[in-house]
């Protein structure tokens, strides 16, 4: 996807094995109505265009415009690759084979207006003057709840050319809700209440935990420097879960090539039946690598994270040296432990 600066968004996991052996490795499956705002900056991050390919049917074109909509909040070239009726992505290239698949994909991807346009054509007949109307006044409702303001008005001028009407006129059609002013920040959709900090001020420890993971799943060297200087002192369980399964499947003497084999279907499957951990596992893999994961980058997510460690401990001591503490000898000696353990995070 980096590569080549653009997605196919299928609907299934069978979508993605077929369309990547046919060749469009570039692919991802929303898995059916999944997909929401946070995928979408995930995958704007990574690419420029985005192809949408869902089902072929009037379940797959609506779920194609809730899409739509996520992906037009972002400054990508979103574009939709329409199927034949009650046909998919996978029954498509069983019957077509992969050369024809991939003919089509170059070939024959409409814009979102001309998606509009064909989806809500259907049915009507343009030849009579009702029929017109209804169908432009469908599409003034469809453009109106384009969040962006460009698109907005690219959509209505084109609208205009192609009927021959003034665009004050269509503007002056346009459902109220669009005619306020276009809200030019991408769509947010509000945090899930289970998680205990927003990524902007999450704890250091945490992201250095996130961060080493997703350098370990580069390669099994770095499987093996973590392992043998962290081991499983994670403090979030999730991410010392997810650790474990990497050091359990990287051998002394295993290759770089091998790792690139093995690791990533071991991880899907590990995950499968765990939501929590396939979320952190996919944020985690999208997450942007520093340019050089050297062992002394890796060495300062490591020290963040002992020296959390070390934190609760001096916080630990200090309610202890209150509360548990039955002589001014005990508390002298708990004191000390204290100040020692301060001196040695200081020191890091």
């Not at 920040?185 to 900090?197: A, C, F, K, L, Y």
Request: with cysteine; aromatic share 6%.
């Amino acid at each position: 996807m980096r590569k080549q600066k653009r997605v196919l968004l299928v609907e299934g996991n069978v979508d993605v094995l077929q369309v990547a052996q046919a060749g469009t490795k570039e692919v991802v499956a929303s898995l059916g109505t999944a997909f929401s705002s946070q995928h979408a900056r995930a995958l704007a991050r990574m690419v420029e265009e985005v192809i949408i390919c869902y089902d072929g049917d009037t379940a797959g074109q609506e779920a194609t415009m809730k899409v739509v909509r996520l992906l037009e909040s972002y400054p990508l070239d979103v574009q939709v690759l329409m199927l034949p009726e009650k046909t998919d992505p996978d029954d498509y290239i069983r019957t077509n084979g992969a050369e024809q698949w991939c003919k089509l994909v170059e070939s024959e991807r409409l814009s979102v207006l001309d998606f509009m346009n064909r989806t809500l054509r259907r049915g009507k007949n343009m030849n009579r003057e009702g029929e017109r109307i209804r169908f432009i006044e469908s599409m003034l409702v469809e453009i109106s709840k384009t969040d962006n303001s460009i698109r907005r008005d690219l959509y209505v001028k084109k609208l205009a050319d192609e009927f021959e009407i003034p665009v004050d006129t269509l503007l002056s059609r346009m459902p109220k809700a669009a005619s306020k002013e276009a809200v030019s920040q991408p769509i947010r959709e509000p945090e899930p209440v289970r998680r205990r900090s927003s990524k902007a001020n999450e704890p250091r420890y945490v992201k250095a935990e996130k961060l080493l993971l997703r350098a370990m799943l580069s390669g099994p060297e770095r499987v093996r420097f973590v392992r043998d200087r962290l081991g499983l002192a994670y403090q979030d369980e999730v991410h010392r879960m997810l650790a474990t399964a990497l050091y359990e499947i990287v051998s002394e003497d295993m290759t770089h090539e091998e790792f690139e084999q093995v690791a990533p279907p071991f991880m899907e499957r590990y995950c499968d039946q765990r939501p929590d951990y396939a979320n952190r596992y996919a944020e985690v893999r999208l997450m942007a690598a520093p340019d050089e994961l050297t062992e002394e980058v890796l060495d300062e997510y490591i020290k963040v994270i002992n020296s959390y460690e070390e934190q609760r401990q001096i916080e630990r001591a200090k309610r202890e040296i209150g509360q548990d503490a039955e002589s001014i000898v005990d508390q002298a000696s708990k004191l000390q432990e204290l100040i020692t353990r301060s001196r040695r995070l200081r020191e890091r």
